[in-house]
């Protein structure tokens, strides 16, 4: 079965990893990707600090795209997609449990998945709807279908803002891709112009291997390739340029 999909455009867009903070260096990363090693924090200098510190790695990584791709706008609803979110903080919070003590409440308010874009909107003082997923090796793809959702409902633009790290140790058993800390933002509009594709079909083929989702998705919209192709197990997803 085929389904007709979505389409969309996307009117700016920004990256940020570690090592990797310049549009020059992600376009040639997109030419040429490589692993990317935890390491310096961005700056989040668009955040007042009071708000900034509550927010660990993977936040502020989310938060400097976020910033910098609404430049400015407000009234815009975000979509913020993570896999896995702040699961760090979270093995933290249950190790502190299992010692018997007692969980620091801004630790707790800050380990929930929409907690970042909440912070992003008590920042910013901004009343927009915000949505907070996660759906497996396919979040990216699914984070895309509700934003065209929202575009569909009469939103003019949605922020779409998507961020992973690599699982703690604990986890290592469970890993299924080559997670990297990253995180990108993009604008997105109504399909005008140049144009973005997004189809699936099901498919009981094994998930794709080597980088997550989220970094294929990104290589992708940033290279020159007018197609790619993954599959999360359960569905071929079909990302297109047209035009």
Not at 24 to 40: D, F, R, Y
Not at 58 to 80: H, N, Q, S, W
Not at 127 to 149: D, K, M, Q, Y
Request: charged fraction near 20%; hydrophobic fraction near 45%.
């Amino acid at each position: 079965m085929r389904t007709q999909g979505v389409r969309f455009s996307i009117a700016r867009h920004a990256h940020w990893a570690p090592g990797l903070s310049t549009p020059e260096a992600w376009a040639a990363w997109a030419q040429a990707p490589h692993g990317i090693a935890a390491g310096e924090e961005p700056g989040v200098k668009a955040m007042p600090a009071m708000l900034r510190r509550r927010a660990g790695f993977l936040g502020k990584m989310a938060l400097e795209v976020a910033y910098e791709c609404l430049d400015g706008r407000g009234d815009i609803p975000t979509v913020f997609c993570s896999r896995h979110g702040d699961v760090a903080r979270a093995v933290e919070l249950l190790a502190d449990l299992a010692r018997g003590e007692a969980l620091s409440p801004t630790a707790f308010g800050m380990a929930v998945h929409n907690a970042i874009p909440g912070l992003f909107t008590i920042a910013r003082g901004d009343r927009a709807n915000h949505i907070a997923l996660a759906a497996g090796a396919a979040s990216i793809e699914h984070a895309v279908i509700e934003a065209c959702g929202l575009l569909a409902d009469g939103a003019p633009a949605v922020l779409l803002v998507a961020c992973d790290c690599p699982l703690p140790e604990l986890f290592a058993p469970f890993r299924d891709c080559e997670e990297q800390p990253y995180a990108w933002a993009w604008l997105m509009t109504a399909a005008e112009g140049d144009v973005v594709s997004l189809d699936w079909t099901a498919s009981d083929e094994a998930p794709s291997a080597g980088m997550s989702g989220g970094l294929r998705v990104a290589a992708f919209q940033l290279g020159e390739a007018r197609a790619m192709e993954r599959c999360d197990g359960r569905l071929r997803w079909r990302w297109r340029r047209e035009g």
